[in-house]
C-alpha cells in the first residue's frame, strides 16, 4: 500500500478529534428533536380534537397538505445548508439560532384557545402547525448533517451517530412518559398544554448545549440531491418503485400507534395507561429489529417484509377478535406480540432500498443513494401524512365526538358505534389494509438469488476498478474472495449471499480498502451527485458522512 | 440564490392562499340550519322505523346498563361550584351508580310476558355508592331482584317479584309508581311493561343540533343531538330561538350569567337486517355557575361565568332475537 494513503488512513482513523462532552451534548441535541417530534406526532392529532373542539376533518386535511409540503422543505433547506458560509460553520448557527424559535413554536402548538372561533382555530392550526415543519427542517436538516462534519475520523462519526440515534430514540418517548403522569393530576387539556411548555422550554437549551459544543471540522462538499431528479430515478428505477409504492401504502399499520392515545382515552377512561400500551409496542418493535439480521439470513428481504406483514395482521385480527371488554392488561399483553414483526418492517425497507441501489449500480454502472434516499425521506413524511388524514377521516366516519368549547373541560359521551370504530381504528382495519403493501411487491424481482447474482457482478468490478492501486497482496485478497464467490455453484442460496462474502473476505478488508481509496481521493466525503458514477467505496464513505437514515424506530412518525 | 427567494415566496404565497381558502370553507349558518330542517324530517321518519322493528317482534330480549352520574353538592341556587377542596364538605362529591337491567318480552296471541332482572348497586346513607376495592372502584351490588309481569288478553295482569305476587287484577289499576317504595326495580318499569319503550318514546326534534347517518357491513346507525336552554326562570326552550345561545356547531355558546343550565341529549339507534340491535341515549345537564376573582392590580372583584357538567346518564340497550326456530312460549304463573 502507497504510503501516504497508509499515513492518511491512520490519521483518519487513529487521531481523535471529539470529546466525551461532544458525544453527551449532541446526543442531548438529538434527545430534544426527537421529544419535540415525539410530542407532535403522538399527540397533536387528539389535542386539536379533543380538547380544541376542532372537527376531525379539518384537522386531517391540514397535515396532509402541511406534512407534503413540509416533505419538499428538506430539499430546500439542504440547498440553503449546502450554500451557507459562517465563521460558525454552514450547519451550526440553524441549529444555534433555530432552537428557541423550535421552542416557541412547540408551546404554541399545545396552546388550549378553546375561547377562539372555529375558523381562527383552523386558521390557528394551519400558521402553527406549518411554522413548526419549516423550523423543524431548519433545525433538523443541520442536526443531522453535523455529524458528518464533526470529525474526519469516520470512526467518531459512526460512534457519534449511533450513540446519538439511540439517545433520540428514548427522547421520542419522553412524551409518553410525561403525558402518562400528567394525566394522573391534571386534565386532557392542562396536561398537553404542560407537556408543551416542559418541552418547549427544556428542549431549545439542550440544542443550543449541542451546537456550541460540537464542531465542523470537515468540509461538507455534498450536494443536495434535486427532488425532481428523485422523481426521474423512482421512474427509471423499477424495482425502487415498486418498494416505495409498497413502503407508501404502509402508513395503513402507523393507526396502530397512532390510535393508542384514543383508545386509553375513551376505551379504558385512563390517559395515563398510553404508557402501558406504547411502551412495550416501542421494545416489541426493537426486538424485532434485533432479530431482523438473524431472519435475514433465511429468507430474502422480499420474503421477510411479506412475512412480516401476514404476522402483524394476523396477531391484529386476534386483538379485534378478542376484543376491548377485556381488562387492558390483555389488550395491552397481546399487542406486544401484534407489534414484534413492526421492528422488522422498519428495517427491511432499507436493506431492500440498498439492494435497489445495487441493481440499479450493476445496470446502469450508476450509484445514486442521495436522491434514492431523498425519496425515502420524501415518502416517510407523504405516508405520515396520509396515516394522519385517514386516521381523521375515520374518526369522523365512527361519529367521534368532539367537545363543545364553550362547556369548560368538555369531555362529550362517546357512542359505542365510536368506541367500537377506535378499536377498529387500532386492529382490524390496519390488518386488513395493510395486506396492500404485499400488492407492489409482487413487481419486486430482488430475491436473495438475483442479488446474489448482482453482488457477484458488483464485487468482480469493484475488484477490477480498485484492485490495481493497492499492493498486490491486498488487492489479491480481494480479487480472490470474488473468484470465491464467482465459482459458487450457480449463486447463492436465497438469503444466503452475504454470508458466503463474509466467509471469503476479507470482506472488511474490501471495506478498508474502499474507505482508504475514496480518503486519498479526497479529504472530504465524496460527492454522490446525480448521476456520476459513485462506486461501492464512495457508499461506504458515505455512509458515515451522512447521517445514516432511523433504522432504529418507526421513520414514519 | 435569486431563484431560491423566488421560490421560497412563491412557497409561502401558495401556503398562505391554502390557508385562507380552508378558513373560508366553514359552512354558514343558514346553509347549516336549512340542512338541519331537511334533516329533521328524514330523521323522524327513520327513528320510528327502525324504532318500530323491535316492537313488532313477538320475542326479544335486552340488555341495559343505565349509569348516573351527578354532582351532589352543586349549589343550583346560587349557581356555584364547591370549590374549597380542602374542606371535605366542599370537596366536589359525585354520585354515581351504575344499574344493570335485563329484560325478555314473549307475545303469544293477546298475552303477553316480561320479566325484567335488576342489578342494582349499595349505597351509602348519602346515596354515594360503596366498594369492594377502593383502588378500583368496584361497586358492590344489591342481590338481583326479578319482576315477572303476565298481561291477559283478557285486560288482567298478574304482577310478581321475586316470586310473591304482589298485584293481580285489571291492567288499569296497576300502578308501577305507587308499588316501587315496597319494590325498588318497579321504578325500571313503565306502563308498556317495557323500559325501552318508555326510553324509546317518539323521537324529538325540539333543539336538533346535528343528525348523522352511517353504514357499517350491515349495520345502519342512526344518531342525533339536541340542545335545550333553561333561564333562570326555569324555562326552556330550543338552543335555535334561545336569546341565550349563540353561535351554530363547534361554535355554538352560551351566556352563563343568563342561563340556569343547558341539557344536551344524544340518542343513536342501530339496525342490522332492519332490526333494532341497540339504542342508546345519552344526556348531560350543563350547569352555569360563577366564580370571583380579585384582580391584583387595582383591587376589584370580577365575577365570571361558565359552564360545566353537573349531571350525566348513559343508558344502552343491546336487543337480542332469539331465533324463529325455538318456539314462542309464555311461562306458567
Redesign the interface.
Known amino acids: 500500500m502507497d504510503q501516504s494513503a497508509t499515513l492518511e488512513k491512520n490519521l483518519l482513523t487513529d487521531k481523535k478529534y471529539l470529546k466525551k462532552k461532544d458525544y453527551i451534548t449532541f446526543s442531548m441535541a438529538r434527545f430534544a428533536a426527537a421529544a419535540i417530534t415525539g410530542l407532535t406526532q403522538g399527540y397533536l392529532l387528539i389535542f386539536y380534537t379533543s380538547v380544541l ?3 376531525p376533518v ?1 384537522v386531517g ?2 397535515f396532509l ?1 402541511a406534512k407534503i ?1 413540509d416533505g419538499f422543505n428538506d430539499p ?1 433547506m439542504g ?2 445548508v449546502d ?1 451557507t458560509r459562517t465563521k460558525y460553520g454552514k450547519m451550526r448557527p440553524y441549529l444555534l439560532f433555530g432552537a428557541i424559535p423550535f421552542g416557541i413554536i412547540t408551546i404554541l402548538l399545545f396552546l388550549p384557545i378553546t375561547s377562539m ?4 382555530k ?2 390557528y392550526m ?2 402553527t402547525y ?1 411554522l413548526y415543519g419549516i423550523i423543524g427542517t431548519v433545525v433538523g436538516v443541520p442536526l443531522d448533517g453535523l455529524p458528518a462534519v464533526a470529525s474526519p475520523n469516520t470512526d467518531e462519526r459512526t460512534k457519534i451517530v449511533s450513540i446519538s440515534r439511540v439517545v433520540g430514540s428514548i427522547g421520542e418517548q419522553s412524551a409518553l412518559v410525561l403525558y402518562s403522569l400528567f394525566a394522573i393530576f391534571l386534565s386532557m387539556k392542562y396536561s398537553y398544554m404542560t407537556m408543551g411548555i416542559v418541552i418547549g422550554i427544556l428542549a431549545p437549551v439542550f440544542l443550543i448545549l449541542g451546537g456550541v459544543a460540537i464542531k465542523e471540522r470537515v468540509p461538507s462538499s455534498k450536494e443536495t440531491p434535486k427532488i425532481l431528479d428523485g422523481f426521474k430515478y423512482l421512474f427509471q428505477n423499477k424495482q425502487f418503485l415498486a418498494m416505495i409504492l409498497s413502503n407508501l401504502l404502509t402508513f395503513f399499520r402507523n393507526l396502530v400507534s397512532a390510535s393508542i392515545i384514543y383508545i386509553v382515552t375513551y376505551i379504558y377512561c385512563n390517559g395515563s395507561l398510553n404508557i402501558a400500551f406504547a411502551l412495550p409496542g416501542a421494545i416489541a418493535s426493537m426486538i424485532g429489529m434485533l432479530f431482523a439480521p438473524k431472519l435475514k439470513k433465511i429468507m430474502d428481504a422480499k420474503q421477510l417484509f411479506i412475512a412480516a406483514t401476514v404476522f402483524h395482521s394476523v396477531a391484529l385480527v386476534v386483538v379485534f377478535l378478542v376484543g376491548f371488554k377485556v381488562p387492558w392488561y390483555a389488550t395491552a399483553a397481546l399487542m406486544f406480540f401484534a407489534m414484534l414483526p413492526v421492528g422488522i418492517l422498519n428495517v427491511v425497507p432499507h436493506l431492500m432500498a440498498m439492494d435497489t441501489l445495487d441493481y440499479w449500480e450493476d445496470k446502469t454502472d450508476k450509484r445514486q443513494e442521495g436522491v434514492c434516499f431523498a425519496i425515502v425521506s420524501l415518502r416517510s413524511k407523504v405516508s405520515s401524512a396520509f396515516k394522519d388524514f385517514f386516521l381523521a377521516y375515520l374518526l369522523t ?3 367521534f ?2 367537545p ?7 369531555s ?2 362517546q ?3 365510536a368506541q367500537e370504530g377506535l378499536f377498529m381504528i387500532f386492529t382490524i382495519i390496519p390488518a386488513a389494509l395493510n395486506l396492500l403493501s404485499i400488492v407492489p411487491m409482487i413487481f419486486y424481482r430482488l430475491s436473495g438469488k438475483k442479488m446474489a447474482e448482482i453482488q457477484q457482478r458488483l464485487v468482480v468490478r469493484r475488484a477490477e476498478e480498485f484492485g490495481d492501486m493497492f499492493a498486490e497482496e491486498e488487492g489479491g485478497a480481494l480479487v480472490e474472495a470474488a473468484e470465491i464467490v464467482d465459482s459458487q455453484e450457480t449463486g447463492c442460496s436465497d438469503g444466503a449471499y452475504e454470508s458466503v462474502l463474509e466467509e471469503t473476505v476479507a470482506a472488511e478488508t474490501a471495506q478498508e480498502i474502499f474507505r482508504t481509496a475514496s480518503a486519498t481521493e479526497s479529504e472530504s466525503c465524496p460527492s454522490a451527485e446525480n448521476g456520476a458514477h459513485v462506486t461501492k467505496a464512495d457508499k461506504e464513505s458515505e455512509k458515515t458522512c451522512d447521517t445514516e437514515k432511523d433504522e432504529g424506530g418507526n421513520d414514519d412518525e | ?1 435569486n431563484k ?1 427567494k423566488k ?2 415566496t412563491l ?1 409561502v404565497l401558495v ?1 398562505a392562499l ?3 381558502l ?5 359552512q354558514s349558518e343558514t346553509d347549516y340550519l336549512a340542512e338541519l330542517d331537511q334533516n329533521s324530517a328524514t330523521y323522524v321518519q327513520d327513528y320510528n322505523a327502525m324504532s318500530a322493528t323491535v316492537f313488532a317482534e313477538n320475542t326479544y330480549r335486552y340488555t341495559a346498563t343505565i349509569y348516573t352520574e351527578n354532582l351532589s353538592n352543586f349549589d343550583y341556587e346560587n349557581r356555584e361550584m364547591p370549590t374549597d377542596k380542602l374542606d371535605e364538605s366542599q370537596e366536589e362529591r359525585k354520585k354515581w351508580a351504575k344499574t344493570n337491567v335485563t329484560y325478555s318480552f314473549t307475545r303469544v296471541g293477546a298475552d303477553c310476558y316480561v320479566e325484567m332482572t335488576v342489578q342494582e348497586p349499595v349505597l351509602d346513607e348519602s346515596g354515594f355508592p360503596t366498594f369492594s376495592d377502593e383502588k378500583f372502584k368496584k361497586p358492590v351490588y344489591q342481590e338481583d331482584t326479578v319482576m315477572q309481569l303476565w298481561s291477559y288478553s283478557n285486560g288482567n295482569v298478574l304482577l310478581k317479584v321475586d316470586g310473591t305476587t304482589v298485584y293481580e287484577g285489571e291492567k288499569g289499576g296497576l300502578s308501577f309508581a305507587a308499588l316501587e317504595g315496597a319494590h325498588r326495580v318497579l321504578k325500571y318499569a313503565s306502563d308498556e311493561f317495557d323500559l325501552l319503550s318508555a326510553y324509546v318514546g317518539s323521537p324529538s326534534t325540539e333543539g336538533l343540533f346535528s343528525v ?1 347517518q ?1 353504514k ?1 357491513f350491515g349495520k345502519k ?1 342512526l ?1 342525533s343531538q339536541n340542545y335545550l336552554v333553561s333561564n333562570l326562570a326555569g324555562n326552556t326552550e330550543s338552543f335555535r330561538s334561545s336569546a341565550l345561545a349563540s ?1 351554530y ?6 351566556d352563563w350569567s343568563r342561563v340556569s343550565t ?1 341539557s ?1 341529549n ?1 340518542v ?1 339507534l ?1 339496525t342490522k337486517k332492519n332490526k333494532l340491535i ?1 339504542f ?1 341515549y ?1 344526556n ?1 345537564i ?1 350547569g352555569a355557575y360563577q366564580k370571583t376573582a380579585t384582580q391584583i392590580w387595582n383591587g376589584e372583584t370580577v365575577t365570571s361565568w ?4 353537573v349531571f ?1 346518564e ?1 343508558s ?1 340497550f343491546e336487543i337480542e332475537y332469539p331465533s324463529s326456530k325455538i318456539a314462542v312460549e309464555i311461562p306458567s304463573v
Open positions: 373542539g376542532i372537527s379539518a386535511v391540514m397538505v409540503f430546500i440547498t440553503i450554500k372561533s372555529s375558523s381562527l383552523i386558521v394551519y400558521v406549518i366516519y365512527f361519529l365526538a368532539t363543545l368549547t364553550t362547556i369548560s373541560d368538555h362529550p359521551w357512542m359505542s358505534f | 440564490m431560491m421560490r421560497i412557497l401556503l391554502v390557508v385562507l380552508c378558513s373560508a370553507c366553514n348523522e352511517r357499517w346507525i344518531a353561535g356547531k363547534e361554535d355554538l355558546s352560551f343547558v344536551t344524544t343513536c342501530t341497540s342508546e345519552y348531560e350543563i361558565y359552564g360545566d357538567r350525566a348513559k344502552v
